[in-house]
Nanobody
Framework: QVQLVQSGGGLVQPGGSLRLSCAASGLRFSTFAMSWYRQAPGKEREWVAS????????SYADSVKGRFTISRDYAKNTLYLQMNSLKPEDTAVYYCKATSAWGQGTQVTVSS
């Protein structure tokens, strides 16, 4: 079955950077679009970014556009989310998604 294992995240000061990783197995990595979502305390899960199966098309939520970059490494079967210029409102649990499978989630906290 599809398995998505996340790493990265943690505590960072406003304006800082973090990179999230999502290692995929059990699927043909090059044939699926993948996405990142996040869920802040007391809020519903929201879409953050997506990347097409060939990596040629990316899209972002307005709230992260210009600060976050989604990418994928086909040799490592891994999805990434580079997050720069982080803000306190970016604090959330971040999840990767491929088909109907979700990663386990990783906490990102932006605070001074």
């Amino acid at each position: 079955q599809v398995q998505l294992v996340q790493s990265g995240g943690g505590l960072v000061q406003p304006g800082g950077s973090l990179r999230l990783s999502c290692a995929a197995s059990g699927l043909r990595f090059s044939t699926f679009a993948m996405s990142w979502y996040r869920q802040a305390p007391g809020k519903e899960r929201e879409w953050v970014a997506s990347i097409s199966s060939d990596g040629g098309i990316t899209s972002y939520a307005d709230s992260v556009k210009g600060r976050f970059t989604i990418s994928r490494d086909y040799a490592k079967n891994t999805l990434y989310l580079q997050m720069n210029s982080l803000k306190p409102e970016d604090t959330a649990v971040y999840y990767c998604k491929a088909t109907s499978a979700w990663g386990q989630g990783t906490q990102v906290t932006v605070s001074s």
